[in-house]
């Protein structure tokens, strides 16, 4: 078992939680919670496929697939925003709706194998340096380099700029906001659109560059629901994110490597010979995000790790608090 495939491949595949969970973070600091990521995800997946599959350009389906997640996430926006839904049942809504529209148009592109994937590089120099050089700089989608610059960059628009200020405003307080004259509404459909397009970005990665080559239904693999709980996790703030995000794809990997006739420790693999334990370790992150979502919910926790004052509140002009 080579620690250091396990953790470069962790790197790639974290970068589809790290795209999924920074948009999740960016439309519920906007104060709209969207259980949609799953669908969202796999929904970008199909169209970034099929266009990279049609086109022969996958950049081209990775922008197609941004916009897909985006066009779509509009659907939670309205029900959510414009109608004052509840945001859980209209999210859960939006992942079924967008689950089977991808699997109807996206009917046939399982054995569609001729497929650009996005270019993996190796950085001069930084490629060089032992152990971080191997793990994040050697044979890296450029998907995955783009990540490392992303993670800053949304750290800093969040805490640092005006319109950061004003989307945390929204989430924290919309009347407030609203008084000032910032658009709560016009906001919050901007960051769930945003919300939408790294969902789509996130979907992009898997079926262009992670697992480039197939589609199915099996595509995204609960990682959208995976993104959901590690957004609680980060406590909304895209460092831990990212420290979150290479986590869960490094025992993603660490899973499926456990599972073979590999030698730990000196000592032949006990999970090799018994399935059931394959299955367990299949099912801890999933365990983990249902525990974590668990904490989430109790309004004690919910102050302590700092959730959004007014996540999933419809806004209505007027009302008195938040």
């Known amino acids: 078992m080579d ?15 790290l795209y999924a969970t920074v948009g999740e973070i960016f439309a519920e600091r906007s104060g709209v ?51 004052q839904a509840d945001q859980v049942v209209s999210g859960l809504s939006l992942n079924f709706l967008a689950t089977g529209l991808s699997m109807v148009l996206g009917q046939g592109m399982t054995e569609m194998r001729s497929v650009n994937s996005i270019a993996r590089v190796s950085v001069p120099l930084l ?14 989608s450029i998907l995955v380099l783009l990540g490392y610059l992303f993670i800053p960059l949304a750290w800093y628009y969040i805490y640092k700029t005006r ?18 004259g910032i658009s709560v509404f016009r906001l919050r459909y901007f960051y769930v ?20 080559g197939w589609f199915a239904d099996k595509t995204t693999s609960g990682q959208g629901w995976i993104a959901v709980g590690l ?26 490597d456990i599972q073979g006739p590999t030698i ?40 302590r790790i700092g959730t959004p004052a007014a996540l999933g509140l419809p806004y209505i002009r007027g009302q008195r608090g938040l």
């Open 3 to 17: 620690v250091l495939i396990i953790l470069a491949s962790g790197v790639a595949t974290g970068t589809v939680l």
């Open 33 to 83: 919670m969207n259980l949609g990521l799953e669908g969202m995800m796999l929904f970008g997946a199909m169209f970034a496929f099929k266009t990279g599959a049609t086109t022969g350009n996958p950049w081209l389906g990775v922008l197609v697939g941004m916009l897909a997640g985006g066009v779509i996430s509009q659907v939670h926006a309205f029900i959510s925003i414009t109608l």
């Open 127 to 140: 490629s060089d340096i032992p152990w971080i050089g191997d793990v994040f700089f050697t044979n890296q």
């Open 163 to 180: 319109p950061g200020m004003h989307m945390r405003a929204v989430g924290e307080f919309p009347s407030a906001a609203d008084s000032q």
């Open 193 to 212: 659109f945003v919300g939408g397009l790294l969902a789509g970005l996130a979907g992009a990665t898997i079926s262009l560059s992670v697992s480039p």
């Open 231 to 256: 957004v609680i996790f980060a406590q909304w703030n895209p460092m831990r994110a990212a420290l979150g995000s290479y986590i869960f794809g490094a025992l993603r990997r660490l899973v499926l």
């Open 264 to 303: 730990i420790l000196g000592f032949a693999n006990p999970f090799y010979y018994n399935p059931y334990y394959g299955f367990f370790l299949k099912m801890l992150p999933y365990a983990f995000t249902v525990i974590v979502l668990v904490i989430g919910s109790r309004e004690a926790n919910r102050k």
